[in-house]
């Protein structure tokens, strides 16, 4: 018990620590080219001052993520988190996500593709948290994967107890993940080491707040993986 406890604490301290690390990495790329713009804007063409204004814009959405998976997190854990549902067509959700990686996948030269069971598949959810899930989980996948590697996205159905559930995975043949590790994964604070030794990015929110999110819609979120063998989320 003390052994959890202690790693508890020191997991917490990572977080604290990684967090102002994240937090200052965005912030140094947004007051950067303000800076720029308010000392030389009148000098610079067009382009090159809609390229520091994209800069700004993509890091102060950056941190805004940061701050949402903060508050979540606090709603999930005090059972505060509502789920705002709606109907809409599964498929075209996820074709919209599955999307927002299309240039990436090609300038890493990636196969990337999705794949699914159904043409058209209406369920009732909160779009807004599903998009994070899915998000996070492709991010991750891209993420640990090497340049033409592989990152793959089924969409099937199941039945249970007389109801119809949406299954999704997402696959890739990256570096995968140790055995020992797995059990972890969807802990608060926990990131993932890197090979070199150094953690990865981010609050260790992510994967956490994908299974409560997953939970409070009556699902579920598993991994299979294995070093150097790929991981698959479901």
């Known amino acids: 018990k003390n052994r959890m406890i202690e ?4 997991a917490r301290i990572r977080f604290f620590t990684s967090l102002s690390h994240e937090f200052r990495n965005p912030l140094t790329l947004i007051l950067t080219p303000l800076k720029e713009l308010a000392e030389g804007m009148s000098k610079m063409t067009q382009q090159d001052i809609n390229s520091k ?3 700004v814009y993509a890091n102060s959405s950056r941190l805004l993520l940061m701050v949402n998976e903060l508050l979540d997190f606090r709603k999930v854990e005090t059972d505060k988190m509502e789920l705002n549902r709606i109907t809409f067509d599964f ?4 074709q919209n996500v599955a999307f927002l990686f299309n240039d990436l996948a090609i300038a890493r030269k990636f196969d990337y593709s999705f794949v699914s069971k159904h043409k058209r598949l209406d369920i009732r ?3 807004e948290k599903l998009e994070r899930v899915l998000f996070n989980l492709l991010s991750n996948a891209f993420k640990n994967t090497p340049d ?3 990152v793959t996205i089924e969409l099937d159905t199941k039945t249970s107890g007389g109801t119809v559930l949406a299954v999704i995975k997402v696959s890739d043949n990256g570096i995968g993940i140790d055995e020992e590790k797995i059990p972890y994964l969807f802990e608060p604070f926990h990131q993932l080491k ?3 030794g ?3 990015p981010g609050t260790g929110l992510g994967l956490a707040l994908s299974k409560k999110y997953a939970e409070l819609h009556g699902g ?3 991994v299979v993986s294995a070093r150097d063998a790929g991981s698959t989320f479901i």
């Open 7 to 10: 790693e508890q604490t020191q």
């Open 53 to 55: 204004f994209r800069t």
């Open 91 to 94: 498929v075209v959700f996820v």
């Open 125 to 127: 959810a909160d779009r």
């Open 148 to 150: 033409s590697g592989t």
């Open 194 to 196: 890197r090979r070199t």
């Open 198 to 200: 150094e953690r990865h």
């Open 220 to 222: 579920s979120i598993s």
